[in-house]
């Protein structure tokens, strides 16, 4: 379904008004030392601004995914190898903040540091995303 100038305009608001709100809550879940949860909502900060992007691009919502891979995929944007690389790791945010299985292991590796860095990334990745 096409959506109309006033539409698109409406949802790009929408998305990147969410994007930023989940930045904010990944910002304030690090400094609570939620680290696994904090990159959880990195993980949503930037699908939201991918789907944004998506929607401007084609006029029409993205596909129903969290993959952001997948969405930069359907965008045909070029990227640098370390830009994917780095969404495939903010890829992992998603499911393992999820499912109890992942979880155990999961806040062994969101610690401080980690969840530091991937805060800077993601932060830098919507910079880019919002050109």
């Keep these: 379904m096409v959506l109309t100038e006033k539409e698109v305009k409406k949802w790009i608001n929408h998305l990147m008004k ?3 709100e989940a930045y904010d809550t990944s910002q304030d879940l690090f400094k609570s030392k939620k680290y ?3 990159l959880f909502f990195c993980h949503l900060t930037i699908e939201k601004s991918l789907k944004a992007k998506f929607l401007l691009q084609n ?3 993205a ?3 969290h993959d952001l891979v997948y969405i930069v995929k359907k965008l045909q944007i070029k990227l640098s190898q370390e830009t994917l690389s780095q969404l495939t790791e903010i890829n992992t945010f998603n499911l393992r903040a999820r499912y109890d299985d992942y979880k155990r ?3 062994k590796k969101a610690t401080s540091e980690y969840a530091k860095l991937w805060l800077k990334v993601t932060n830098n990745l919507l910079i880019l995303f919002k050109k």
């Design 105 to 107: 292991e999961f806040y």
């Design 59 to 61: 006029k029409k919502f």
């Design 18 to 20: 969410e994007s930023q």
């Design 63 to 65: 596909p129903p995914v």
């Design 36 to 38: 696994h949860f904090a």
